[in-house]
């Protein structure tokens, strides 16, 4: 199933611009700046990663400057000719089990506080990646407006984020966009090992013949949301004239017995779940997106069903 960009968006961007990508080789960020490149063929684009958790390989056909770098020595963003129109900004510490608050916070959050600082508030955008980690397990569905109650490291350093960014967007008059990505699955994540989706962790145990592991009893549920999806929220907040932080999920929630259920459905398999107890206390067991504001504020709704998005992703990248 082929979804389009939206025309509004498309038009924006005819003339050419200047792009900036961080965490660009990254799983999120190299399905972006690939879509970047294929909708504004016009544009420049410049790619920014450490490759700490990204790699090589998720651009190896991105024609664009990539610049091998920490954000934390954002510095050399001075040395390029000329503002960017737009800055996506998805470099993170992303594995959430890290418990280094003080390195996550600097790379999380100061290094983001040194970028916008570098950058022009009237001629430069900002979209950057928050986290539904902020909720933790707070009542669902989940609003942009509740108590955040973020559970480890890594989601209180997404929650700073969004305080910094919308002060700065406050005091200086920047459009930033800031997204809650909620549970994020497709192409392009298999090197995030164990931070990768649990609907990648299962179907590759599928797919090598294994049963499907999962904690005890496979209940808890996820608002789950393709890639193809997010990168198309990204494309509308760059589009966006007012500050925000809104939630990217699909307003549905589907539990590991069920993305189970839709893996065997698609494979054409049959395997049953092996229940083991959940060592993490920092779990989050129920997520679910409020949209009204991601559509009302960004005019984002994500258009794939999770049994579309798991068809597409099983289909055309894991067993292709
Ligand atoms: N995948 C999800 O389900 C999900 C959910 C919520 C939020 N997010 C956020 O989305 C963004 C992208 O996540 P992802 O899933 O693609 O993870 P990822 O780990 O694949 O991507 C992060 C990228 O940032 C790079 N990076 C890390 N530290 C860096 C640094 N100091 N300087 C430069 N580059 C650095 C990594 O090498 C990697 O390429 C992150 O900000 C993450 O917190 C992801």
Redesign the pocket.
Known sequence: MQFEFDKQVLHLYICSMKILV?????????NLTKKLEQVYPDASIVA????????KE?LKDFKGVVLN????NINFLKTLEGPFDVIF???????TTVTDEERMMD??VF?FEKLLKLVDPQKTKIV??????VYGNGPVPMKETQVLLPLNA?ARS?AKLDEVAMDFAAKTGMTIVGL??????GP??P??GK?A?MIYQLARQMIEGHHPRIFKYGEQDRDFIYVKDVVNANLKASNSEASCVVNVGTGVATSFNKIIEILNAVLGTDFKPEYFDNPYDFYQDHTLADTSSAKGKIGFEAKYSIEEGIEDYVRNYLIS
């Not at 809650?180 to 699955?185: A, G, K, L, M, S």
């Open positions: 961080t965490g660009a080789a990254g799983f999120i960020g190299s920014v990663d450490d490759f700490s958790s990204g790699i998720n770098g920490r954000i934390e900004h998805q470099a993170a510490i992303t594995d790379v999380n290094a950057y990646a928050s986290s539904a980690g890594y997404k809650r990505y909620f549970n994020v699955y392009g994540e090197q995030k931070a989706s």
